[in-house]
């Protein structure tokens, strides 16, 4: 356990991320339950923030019930969240080809982007490529985005992770998937999402808090720590998921906290 200063005192709001930290595939991590108990009896809050768009927000809520902890839609956000904040206020009306699974393509459609279809003819032409954690990409896919963004298409990603831990080791992510069309296209994408501004601007206006009351608690530090440390938040790294103690020497990204687990943190927030 590491702490850089007494800053936990001043933290109302704890944005969680999910995979690697509060839960891992289908099992809540140890400590998970308890730490939001300790939250309740502290008088803080908590939100779940996730990178993860391979589900759409009302598949993370079913899951949640699933895992025995039922939330409100207004306790979850998620980059693709942001995405769509984002489109609405940059692009509005703009056409998207979106490099997603079905859920999240009927979500950003059910919230007014306009998609290209499916079976839009090869010479139709969208004005944004959307990179997504698409879990059932296929090779056509990544044609179509390539060729599109070839053609003058705007590049955007979902979130930057290049892999997403299960509990079976780590599958590729988003960022993997960008990696390819930017070796193919020679374009890089604008990525939203942690640990970029429009993640805590969209916290910021969802909760009404200052960034000095806000923690991101996370299992990377590119993604979850980032988005605190380098937004004038927090940034507090759980040892559950992605990254192991001895990948802190090597990093530029300094958290200003560590603990094993959610649970270790609840010990510390109980004694304050």
Do not use: W
């Not at 309740?40 to 009302?58: I, M, V």
């Not at 809520?61 to 489109?87: E, M, Q, S």
């Not at 009404?208 to 938040?233: H, M, P, Q, S, W």
Request: with cysteine; glycine share 8%.
């Amino acid at each position: 356990m590491f702490v850089k200063s007494d800053f936990l005192k001043d933290i109302k709001l704890f944005v969680l991320d999910l995979d690697g930290t509060f839960y891992l595939g289908d099992r809540l991590l140890p400590g998970s339950l308890p730490f939001l108990e300790v939250l309740r009896e502290t008088g803080r809050d908590y939100l779940f923030f996730t990178n993860n768009t391979s589900k759409s927000p009302d598949l993370y809520l079913t899951k949640f019930a699933g895992l025995g902890v039922p939330i409100a839609r207004t306790r979850l956000l998620t980059a693709g969240d942001v995405t769509v904040r984002y489109l609405e206020r940059t692009y509005p009306g703009a056409l998207v080809y979106l490099m997603g699974n079905e859920a999240l393509r009927a979500d950003f459609a059910a919230r007014g982007v306009r998609l290209l279809p499916d079976g839009a003819k090869a010479e139709a032409q969208p004005d944004i490529v959307v990179a997504a954690f698409d879990t059932e990409l296929t090779y056509a896919k990544l044609e179509r985005a390539c060729a599109y963004i070839r053609r003058g298409a705007v590049f955007l990603a979902t979130h930057p992770d290049i892999n997403c831990p299960t509990e079976d080791g780590f599958i590729p992510d988003c960022g993997a998937f960008c990696a390819a069309i930017e070796k193919s296209t020679g374009k890089t994408p604008e990525y939203l999402g942690k640990p970029y501004t429009e993640a805590l601007d969209l916290i910021l206006e969802h909760t009404g808090l200052a960034k000095g009351e806000i923690a991101f608690v996370g299992d990377r530090l590119y993604t979850d720590v980032a988005a605190g440390e380098e937004n004038g938040a927090a940034g507090i790294l759980v040892l559950s998921g992605e990254t192991a103690e001895e990948d802190l020497a090597a990093s530029e990204i300094k958290p200003s906290a560590v603990f094993a687990d959610l649970g270790a943190l609840a010990q510390r927030l109980k004694i304050l």
